[in-house]
């Protein structure tokens, strides 16, 4: 792999040992809902103005450097309790059926999902990152973290 190059600050365990599923988690997100009361998408969660927080696993907050209070970024998340063996849903939302990949729904295959948010507080120390809003399970585990880029993240004019 190489040494490290100057400012770069390696963890002192190998992520890959920890593997879940192939991945690493990173941390778990905190939120109020469980799956009697969890809101169907992010701007519902919104509506509701209750906050969430991610807890970093211990070694992780040294990676919140350069991100800020107010930022937007992205979540990717395991949806550890979704249903995986559904390829065609129908969804109450849609004209008829839908393939898994034409959805957002977390029953899918890899249930990965991703969400934008914004930082509303930061305690590196801690490894704890407060965002606006998420609309997951309390406890849902954090795959990776990522700063949301206008000049990357923006689709293409159509």
Known sequence: MGDPRPGEVLLPFDPGARADGSVSFIGT?????????????????????????????????????????????ILLYWMDRSRRDIVVQRPGHADGPRGVFALRSPARPNPVAMATVRITSLDPEAGRIGIDAIDVFDGTPLIDLKPWLETVDLPPAV
Do not use: F, M
Request: net charge neutral; hydrophobic share 35%.
């Open 29 to 73: 997100i905190r939120s109020p809902w469980g799956p009697d009361d969890c809101p169907k998408n992010i701007g519902r969660a919104r509506e509701t103005g209750k906050a969430a927080h991610i807890e970093l696993i211990e070694g992780y907050g040294g990676g919140l450097l350069g991100l800020a209070i107010g930022q937007p970024v």
